[in-house]
Nanobody
């Protein structure tokens, strides 16, 4: 099992930037990939970006060019760098790790003010 703790959420003005962090612990050596998702009220959770253990990245079209996923292997942490934030980016952001199973973090709220 992998434990995930997200941080970095908060209030940001439209057009601003924010960096989310996801620190992994537990069975980290089994992690195949990690990803960032978000879920607005009443909507399905959507994939924003993911990164494999070998460094391959994948992005949703909705965030390409604005969001960047990266990782620090030494810190067992994955980041989501978010630029040019819009009010519609306001929601809860979640981190997921894929190992022998899927594990999720508790989520972190990002609020973008207009």
């Amino acid at each position: 099992q992998v434990q995930l703790v997200e941080s970095g959420g908060g209030l940001v003005q439209a057009g601003g930037s924010r960096r989310l962090s996801c620190a992994a612990s537990g069975s980290i050596f089994r992690i195949i990939s990690m990803g960032w998702y978000r879920q607005a009220p009443g909507k399905q959770r959507e994939l924003l970006a993911d990164i494999t253990s070998s460094g391959w990245t994948n992005y949703a079209d909705s965030v390409k060019g604005r969001f960047t996923i990266s990782r620090d292997g030494a810190k067992n942490t994955v980041y989501l760098h978010m630029n040019s934030l819009k009010p519609e980016d306001t929601t809860v952001y979640y981190c997921k790790a894929v190992a022998l199973r899927e594990d999720w973090g508790q989520g972190t709220q990002v609020t973008v003010s207009s």
